[in-house]
T-cell receptor, first 113, second 116 residues
Framework: LAKTTQPISMDSYEGQEVNITCSHNNIATNDYITWYQQFPSQGPRFIIQGYKTKVTNEVASLFIPADRKSSTLSLPRVSLSDTAVYYCLVGDMEDTGRRALTFGSGTRLQVQP | DSGVTQTPKHLITATGQRVTLRCSPRSGDLSVYWYQQSLDQGLQFLIQYYNGEERAKGNILERFSAQQFPDLHSELNLSSLELGDSALYFC???????????????FGEGSWLTVV
């Protein structure tokens, strides 16, 4: 089964750039990579999605190398309110051949003042 | 507000009982997904429906079942409840068949289930 691997936790300070990498060695040809942010007791919130190269929106950038076996979420100039768990999501092929959508364990980002 | 509506927001029930969680997807979304998140745990994919048909199945217990109705709302039925079923259950929706086709998946705020 395809799996994603992320660091369990990261620490940063306000104003710094934070890069969180997700490994997805078995990513399928049609899979997109999506990153979500989750605050305690809330539903995950969409941050950014990409297929290859670089994608940028108003809150983050997503870097995907040519082999697509990993991706890096970049958060510029983080603030205290960016303290959350960040998940990367890619499609996951089940044994039955049907696709499933499996989140990784997530990265707990703690931003310090 | 993601546009995905889940009810009830909180539910307390006893072991052995059965509950139904309801989800209304965003307007226009055809896919509905159900996820379970236990305390301090990650998101466990349970099941996905697309336009009324089961599309993908994750680690859903046999005691759990789901369906998507013609109006596209979905229900997750949890039966013979055990203490370990206490968790936050999320519903999500997307226009198409999910993250592997470029469609964004939007999550609701979850239904808190406590089994006592």
């Amino acid at each position: 089964l395809a799996k994603t691997t992320q660091p369990i936790s990261m620490d940063s300070y306000e104003g710094q750039e934070v890069n969180i990498t997700c490994s997805h060695n078995n990513i399928a040809t049609n899979d997109y990579i999506t990153w979500y942010q989750q605050f305690p007791s809330q539903g995950p919130r969409f941050i950014i999605q990409g297929y290859k190269t670089k994608v940028t929106n108003e809150v983050a950038s997503l870097f995907i190398p040519a082999d697509r076996k990993s991706s890096t979420l970049s958060l510029p100039r983080v603030s205290l309110s960016d303290t959350a768990v960040y998940y990367c999501l890619v499609g996951d092929m089940e044994d039955t051949g049907r696709r499933a959508l499996t989140f990784g364990s997530g990265t707990r980002l703690q931003v310090q003042p | 507000d993601s546009g995905v509506t889940q009810t009830p927001k909180h539910l307390i029930t006893a072991t052995g009982q059965r509950v139904t969680l309801r989800c209304s997807p965003r307007s226009g979304d055809l896919s509905v997904y159900w996820y379970q998140q236990s305390l301090d745990q990650g998101l466990q994919f349970l099941i996905q429906y697309y336009n009324g048909e089961e599309r993908a199945k994750g680690n859903i217990l046999e005691r759990f079942s789901a369906q998507q109705f013609p109006d596209l709302h979905s229900e997750l039925n949890l039966s013979s409840l055990e203490l370990g079923d206490s968790a936050l259950y999320f519903c999500a929706s997307s226009v198409g068949t999910g993250g592997y086709s470029g469609n964004t998946i939007y999550f609701g705020e979850g239904s808190w289930l406590t089994v006592v």
